[in-house]
């Protein structure tokens, strides 16, 4: 195993699993905080602030500050920032992204925005819906924070955002540029943000075509960790493997 | 031009404008009535009743009962009856569906049903999309009343069904049967109505799209005519004409 100066971690299935930590996860963040190593929690949920996410963390006992944790709202909300300090954004979403359009300064447009930004929103509406499709007919970029196209809950499998975000894609034929994981962005940002490179920092996920592509996508070394989404049979039939696969977080070796 | 028994006329931009009648349509349906020729308005709204196109097609002086009309959300209820007499159908969409579904004697089931049936929906919440996702995972069969994908309102484009059932679509990977215009399966479903046949029977419509690529695909002779979307330089453009391109239908010859 090589030597990396930066870690970047997924959350469900890899840190925690819903409501309940994955101990060896927790064993390995604090090994990265004792001896320095700088890490960030990257995830694809757009609907969480970061400090609720930071809170929910602390509570399983691993270190984390907000600032710990770069969501697909806030990954949104630098992309748009690098193109457009105090752009006008139509955004339509949950906390977590109202929350980052905020702190990113942007001001609040329906009627002539520069960007349309769609997160997750469970409390959608037709209205919101025409309010976006007429903004992208218009010409805003249209962005959207993930691709997912399913979300479990306690029945089975909801609409996740990628779904969501189809109605404007259908209604208006212009694909919206996503965010987050598989995409290359959200990693991009991470590194940014870490102020490291991709050479150096080590990508960490239990989900192959998320995670595991995201870091590929992005040119980083990628280590799979069986306690989620991709089994090792699954991960077999995959062309590209990762740089590593562990069954758990605790195989993992430090140098020293 | 030959002589047809059955005429199959689309409503908005052939016999109406939005809340204005077209003059030359009236007269024209005006003239098949009084000359005994059957006739049937096929829309694809789904959104309203039967009745409720009667009344407004009366008011505009066009002979028409709630039996000369078969909206997208009757075509739906007759597809499922064909297939499944007393289905049990998780339905999503306004008034029309409501009332067609109900009419037809399908129960409303959101746990196991036969078929999930969505049209046309403003009132759409994330709940009714999560119900309709788990039941097509389910293995319920998905029908969906119109595949169009923008909507006219006083704003612009809004979202329209093709829109709206993507959701299901893209979260599913299941892509639904689509009832009304362009496909022929409404067509289908009038001539059993009129009991009339392909060969007899002439299509009208503004829209090439999907009122004249309905006929087409159904293997009627199709009439368009230029008071509505489709002009006639961008007829010009498709590969496949229609039998008859009119400018109004008052240039329409009937045989004695």
Redesign the interface.
């Known amino acids: 195993m090589k030597k990396y100066d930066a870690f970047l971690l997924d959350l469900d299935g890899t840190v925690y699993w819903g409501k309940e930590e994955i101990p060896e996860a927790v064993t390995f963040v604090k090994t990265l905080k004792s001896k320095g190593l700088p890490y960030l929690f990257v995830t694809n949920n757009s609907t969480r602030t970061k400090e609720a996410v930071a809170d929910q963390l602390s509570g399983f006992g691993i270190p984390c500050t907000p600032d710990d944790v770069l969501t697909t709202s806030i990954a949104t909300a630098s992309y748009i920032k690098a193109r457009k300090p105090n752009a006008k954004v139509l955004y339509i979403g949950e906390q977590g992204l109202q929350q980052a359009m905020q702190s990113a300064g942007f001001t609040y447009e329906e009627e002539h925005p520069d960007f349309v930004a769609f997160g997750m929103?469970?409390?959608?509406?037709?209205e919101k819906?025409?309010k976006a499709?007429?903004a992208v007919?218009s010409g805003a970029a249209f962005v959207s924070t993930n691709p997912d196209?399913?979300l479990p809950?306690e029945?089975?499998?909801?609409?996740?955002n990628?779904?969501?975000t189809?109605?404007?894609?259908?209604?208006t034929?212009v694909k919206p540029v996503f965010i987050g994981k598989p995409e290359p962005i959200i990693i991009d940002l991470a590194l940014e943000k870490l102020a490291t490179t991709k050479r150096r920092t080590l990508m960490i996920g239990d989900n192959y075509d998320t995670d595991i592509m995201a870091g590929i996508n992005a040119g980083l070394d990628t280590l799979i960790v069986h306690t989620g989404v991709t089994s090792a049979e699954v991960l077999k039939t995959k062309a590209v493997q990762p740089t590593y696969a562990l069954n758990s977080l605790s195989e993992w070796t430090f140098h020293e």
């Open positions: 929103d469970r409390q959608i509406t037709y819906y025409a499709c007429l007919r196209v399913a809950n029945h089975g499998l909801a609409p996740g990628g779904a969501l189809s109605v404007i894609t259908v209604s034929g």
